[in-house]
């Protein structure tokens, strides 16, 4: 369990090997109790930057958007563009 | 830049259409984003909707991030034209100068402060204040090397290697050293904004 906790610490960080990324991922999002865990360790993170907000649902509001809405990678598209 | 990578493996995977890549960024980046926005926009209300676009436009286009900066750069680069658009969209004669002119008679024409917004839910604006009291609380009570790692990492910006090399220790004590401060951060964290957890991700 240990070990599971710590890689979600270092997949926050991006300090996982290349190859141990999907695989964390996969483990982080199928599972709340890791997912808590990235959430915590990044509201730690943000709070000692001084920007300790709480997430009242901010995340999960923009994922509800994006699947309403039918958001999808849009080859060409360039977001800095105009 | 050395933060150019740090994001590289949950970006490569969210453009490969693994959406819960783009996910964890979300959650990584959403708060620091927020802020940047609420520098722009003063309304809690109009700072969400800008961050939502922002992030939205991000996805459409992630096909074209190369990895030319960090991630976070670019990330950011979309937010501060999604905020400007808000404003040209929106001049807002009215809200808006109002808004500004509030603000000059509070705090003189000083610098926004950060991360507080107007119409900022007196709720919110408590449980942050909580959240800050609990990790400060927990940071005094970690054992001062794991104290040390973590904000080296957070706070100075430092890297994993940048770390290990100033405080002369291999590599695999950095990982431990910030995992284990963050946990014992996490789990004092929990009591506080435990019961957020149904709408957290």
């Known amino acids: ?82 | 830049m050395l933060e150019a990578d740090a994001d590289a493996g949950l970006v490569r995977l969210a453009q490969s259409g693994d959406a819960r890549a783009f996910e964890a960024l979300v959650v990584k980046y959403q708060r620091r984003i927020a802020r940047h926005v609420a520098r722009y926009v003063k309304r809690a209300g109009d700072v969400e909707d800008v961050v939502q676009e922002a992030f939205i436009r991000a996805y459409r286009g992630l096909g074209s991030f190369r990895g030319e900066s960090a991630f976070y750069s670019w990330l950011y680069r979309i937010a501060t034209n999604s905020a400007l658009g808000f404003l040209k969209r929106s001049p807002g004669p009215v809200v808006l100068q109002e808004d500004l002119r509030d603000e000059g008679d509070e705090r003189g024409d000083g610098p926004f402060e950060p991360g507080v917004s107007d119409g900022e839910d007196p709720e919110r604006l408590l449980l942050a204040k909580q959240i800050s009291g609990a990790v400060d609380k927990a940071l005094a009570r970690l054992q001062p090397e794991l104290a040390q790692a973590l904000l080296l990492y957070e706070v100075e910006g430092k890297t994993y290697k940048e770390i290990a090399q100033m405080l002369a220790v291999p590599i695999g004590t950095v990982r431990t050293r910030i995992f284990r401060a963050r946990e014992f951060i996490a789990q004092r964290l929990e009591p506080v904004v435990g019961h957020q957890r149904p709408r957290r991700w």
């Open chain 1, 1 to 82: 369990m240990v070990n599971t906790t710590l890689k979600v610490s270092l997949l926050l960080d991006g300090e996982l090997e290349p190859q141990e990324v999907a695989p964390s991922l996969a483990q982080v999002a199928a599972d709340a109790g890791l997912r808590d865990r990235f959430t915590l360790y990044g509201l730690a993170g943000d709070a000692l930057r001084g920007n300790g907000t709480p997430d009242d649902g901010f995340s999960r509001r923009i994922f509800e958007r994006m699947r309403r809405e039918g958001v999808a990678i849009e080859p060409g598209f360039d977001p800095l563009a105009g």
